[in-house]
């Protein structure tokens, strides 16, 4: 398209004026709505074991079954009481009148206890929860209560299930208000620096709020109508990815409008240049990430696949409000938005740079940096993929297979202190039991080979009433059936979030299976075995996916095979040494126990589209400029032109995601390390150092088997029989 280079073009008022206006009022409107719905999440979110259970597991079924031996939905708190010396009688006269105040309280069916510990030295209370009640409050009640009846001198702990929940909520808290402000407050710091412009970057902070109010407001709609599950994870990670994405989106849409600016007065034909040169790009970019992110929905998982369409549609909205708020605001500002260093107008005789080497016209950093990439192109990468390469080794080191689920909440909880008084005094797995579902005519059968399993402590048919059958004198001797199954709760010697628990579960359900094949094995434990096991399934199976379909739209957007298949290794290759580090941060100094067993999965996904993001906007101006100059000016050229903005947007989208980092949950605080380093790393060393030397060394191939591969074709450009430069993006959209 041509530059404009009057001040006065006739310019249709509606474009000059009205269109821009609507479009802001259009936000205004969504943001309106979108910003007071932020605070209704709570609505549709939750924190239970539901909204993360494997879809097709195991676990997933007990627990179908295990309902309809229930009259109500109840989660189990567990409440223990410890001493520090055996309990005296009045003292367990006194606690055992606690059951009647805890009954009073209503909060779901018969209250069991008190159970002294063997020891003497603990008793415990379980009681049940109804889910309908806000879990939270329910616990914060049974806290307050227990603290103010113990005996003097006695600690108090509300654990199990129902307490466990109630930390893991209040651990998510802050995602609706911290969370945001830091991750604002890190970008705005940080946009203040590259613009030295204090304008400039509130609007580019704007399109970020009214993108994420956008996406607040979609994703809401879609979990109060039942097709998604709403979790403090994917809430807390929608955040994150809509302000780091847009404000990445806005940076490579800004420079465009800032080199536009250097070429006309008019800011209207500059937002129109600015945004015809940044539309390919910026589509490509979202379509891949929104892409990547819905091969999620193969996911077994029901986190993994909340997360897909709730990640997307933040995805989406960045990508609407970078192209329609952001050129409106522009359009309304023009130079004073860069106030007060406005872009001044370049005669046009020094607009483009005749280009022999590719780094006329460069200065300061990025000059110095292709000159390097020029000289020692084949040293500059080799050494590259060999840093990167011995980073990697460290992924033999990462412990992804789960942690105990004690161990994902980092702040003080009373629930994991609880856990832990449990496993002093109690079987460990007490109010957590293993669940075993089997056949009603192996009812017996079944109940003593779970008794005989290692690892089970104590174990008891359910009779009517849920009533348990020891064979005590006096208990009931039916059991209760449903559907022709019977349930057995068995209580694990080991503390149901250890990996000493899952391996008992794993026993258990070999040896319920050689008597009745047909037979179930749930609960908490079960629920976090098949979790695990299937993450670890869905890392192979969505990987290739999320390969093959960002390798597919590199190739339409580039134009090449061979361009896009090494884009793809690279960010492989960046993804698996910031892994490789990451699992020696987490083991040597922050001393995690492990990872979750998504962590790598959600690393994966966010790096690998996020890095393709960077190398998109870079080799797309390379192709850009090569079209014009021939491909090793044009790979300088390129490099030089988007190395400031990539470079801010990488900075930008990892403080961002350190931000996740304030919320003290160990999977988000790891993916935040992950993503951070990933992407400072795919910054700093692949995009600016490995992918431009590899594709100097190689030179006009990269851009096989198209047209501007071809010897000829790279000859006519460098001589200036090329496409000429007011036409070059139209004719490359043609290509």
Not at 436 to 457: I, M, R
């Amino acid at each position: 398209m041509k530059h404009h280079t009057a001040g006065k073009e006739r310019v249709p008022f509606w474009l000059r004026w009205l269109l821009p206006v609507i479009l802001v009022l259009t936000w205004l409107a969504i943001a309106g709505v979108g910003g007071p719905t932020f605070g209704r999440l709570e609505e549709v979110s939750s924190n239970d074991q539901a909204s993360f259970l494997p879809a097709s597991a195991e676990a997933t079924a007990a627990q179908d079954w295990q309902a309809k031996f229930r009259d109500s939905d109840e989660v189990p708190g567990v409440i223990v009481i410890e001493s520090g010396a055996p309990f005296t009688p009045a003292q367990l006269g006194e606690v055992a009148g606690l059951r009647t105040e805890l009954e009073e309280l209503k909060l779901g069916s018969a209250v069991v206890g008190p159970i002294p510990s063997d020891d003497g030295k603990a008793v415990q209370f379980i009681v049940p929860v109804n889910q309908s009640t806000e879990i939270k409050e329910a616990v914060q009640e049974l806290r307050d209560a227990v603290a103010e009846a113990a005996p003097a001198g006695m600690q108090t702990f509300v654990t199990g299930p129902a307490g466990l929940a109630a930390d893991l909520t209040a651990a998510f808290a802050g995602i609706d208000g911290i969370l945001l402000l830091v991750a604002l407050a890190a970008v705005f710091v940080i946009l203040l620096v590259v613009y030295r412009s204090l304008l400039l970057p509130i609007m580019v902070l704007l399109t970020s709020v009214f993108a994420l109010c956008a996406a607040i407001l979609l994703v809401f709609g879609m979990a109060k109508a039942g097709w998604i599950q709403l979790n403090g994870q994917s809430q807390g990670i929608l955040s994150i990815l809509v302000i780091g994405a847009a404000t990445d989106y806005a940076l490579l849409y800004v420079a465009r409008f800032r080199e536009a600016l250097t070429h006309t007065t008019n800011r209207t034909g500059a937002v129109l240049t600015a945004w015809k040169a940044s539309f390919e790009p910026i589509l490509a970019s979202g379509a891949t990430v929104i892409i990547a992110l819905l091969c999620l929905l193969f996911s077994d998982l029901n986190s993994n696949k909340a997360l897909g369409p709730v990640a997307a549609a933040g995805i989406l909205c960045s990508l609407f409000a970078a192209l329609t708020l952001l050129p409106a605001l522009m359009a309304l500002l023009g130079r004073a938005a860069f106030w007060p260093f406005r872009p001044k107008l370049v005669p046009a005789e020094e607009r483009e740079p005749e280009l022999v080497t590719g780094l006329e016209g460069q200065k300061g950093l990025w000059r110095a940096t292709g000159s390097l990439v020029s000289r020692r192109p084949r040293t500059i990468w080799v050494a590259s993929v060999l840093l990167l390469v011995a980073a990697s080794a460290g992924v033999l080191q990462l412990k992804a297979n789960g942690v105990p689920q004690t161990d994902v909440i980092l702040s003080a909880s009373n629930a994991v202190d609880g856990q832990d008084a449990l496993a002093r005094h109690f079987d460990a797995g007490s109010g957590s039991p293993a669940v075993v579902v089997a056949d009603q005519g192996k009812a017996q059968e079944v109940l003593n080979s779970v008794k005989a399993a290692d690892g089970v402590g104590e174990a008891y048919l359910l009779a009517e009433g849920s009533v348990p059958i020891t064979g005590a004198p006096g208990t009931p001797s039916e059991p209760d059936v449903r559907e022709g199954r019977v349930l057995i709760n068995a209580t694990l010697s080991s503390a149901a979030d250890s990996l000493e628990a899952e391996e008992a579960v794993k026993a258990l359900r070999n040896d319920v299976k050689a008597v009745d094949p047909g037979a179930l094995v749930g609960g908490v434990t079960a629920t976090a075995l098949d979790t695990n096991t299937t993450a670890q399934r869905d890392l192979v199976i969505i990987i290739p996916v999320v390969l093959v379909v960002i390798l597919f739209i590199l190739m339409l957007l580039l134009r090449s095979v061979v361009a896009p298949v090494l884009l793809v290794l690279s960010v492989v290759l960046s993804y698996a040494a910031a892994m490789g580090v990451s699992a020696l941060v987490f083991n040597n100094i922050l001393g995690f126990p492990g990872a979750d067993a998504t962590v790598p999965l959600f690393g994966f996904v966010f790096l690998v589209a996020l890095g393709v993001d960077y190398n998109i906007f870079l080799m797309s101006r390379v192709r850009e400029e090569s079209l014009k100059h021939g491909t090793r000016p044009g790979i300088l050229r390129g490099l030089g032109v988007t190395g400031g903005v990539i470079t801010s947007a990488g900075v930008v989208l990892a403080a961002t995601f350190a931000a996740l980092g304030v919320i003290p949950i160990m999977f988000l605080v790891q993916l935040a390390f992950i993503v951070a380093f990933g992407v400072l790393l795919d910054t700093v060393l692949v995009r600016s150092l490995l992918v431009p030397a590899l594709a100097y060394d190689i030179g006009p191939k990269i851009w096989w088997p198209s047209k501007l591969g071809r010897p000829e074709a790279d000859t006519a450009a460098r001589s200036g029989a090329g496409t000429s430069p007011e036409t070059d993006l139209e004719g490359a959209g043609r290509r």
